[in-house]
Each structure stands twice: as structure tokens, then as C-alpha cells.
Nanobody
């Protein structure tokens, strides 16, 4: 089993920045890839960014490219999402995800609200 706990969400003005963290515990060695997803009200959950086990490979959805940066510190068992130049359309609940060969795990989510 893997446990994921997100933190760092909140209210920020357009153009501002936030950094989300995802603390990982449990069967960490089984995790192959990790990612951040988000779900806005009335919309489906979507992939925001994902990162490989060693951190050498990353992917982003087009709408956040150049503004968001995903990273992971395996020594601290933590994944991050640095979000800059935030827009109102980034408002959503952000979820941490970890995937092994056979299972996917989710955190409880953290709310990000971008509003003036």
C-alpha cells in the first residue's frame, strides 16, 4: 500500500504562485511514475503533469507548459508542483497520484483557487 498526502493549496491572485507538495509513505519502492491531476467543478479529472521514477522524464498538459514544474525528491519521499503565473482557469482540486505496475493510488486532494 501507498499513502499520499497533499499540501500547499490555497487562495492566490491571478499571476501568483503556489507550490504543492505530496508526501509519500508505504511501499514506495513499488512506485514507477507519479503525477498531479486536477478536477474543476463540473469537469472531468485531468492530468496536469507526471514524472518518472528517477525524475528524468516529465510530461505536462499543454495549458500549463512553461508555467508549472513537477519535481520529486526521492530522499524526502516527496513530489512537488511549482505553479507560477496562475490563472483563474487553474482553479481546481489538485490530486497526487502514484502508479505501480498494477495499482494506482490517490491523495485526498488540495484546493487551489485563483481569484482576485
Amino acid at each position: 500500500q501507498v499513502q499520499l498526502v497533499e499540501s500547499g493549496g490555497g487562495l492566490v491572485q491571478p499571476g501568483g504562485s503556489l507550490r504543492l507538495s505530496c508526501a509519500v509513505s508505504g511501499s514506495i519502492s513499488s512506485i514507477l511514475i507519479m503525477g498531479w491531476y486536477r478536477q474543476a467543478p463540473g469537469k472531468q479529472r485531468e492530468l496536469v503533469a507526471r514524472i518518472s521514477r528517477g525524475g528524468g522524464s516529465t510530461n505536462y498538459t499543454d495549458s500549463v507548459k512553461g508555467r508549472f514544474t513537477i519535481s520529486r525528491d526521492n530522499a524526502k519521499n516527496t513530489m512537488y508542483l511549482q505553479m507560477n503565473s496562475l490563472k483563474p482557469e487553474d482553479t481546481a482540486v489538485y490530486y497526487c497520484n502514484a502508479a505501480s505496475l498494477t495499482l494506482a493510488y490517490w491523495g485526498q486532494g488540495t484546493q487551489v483557487t485563483v481569484s482576485s
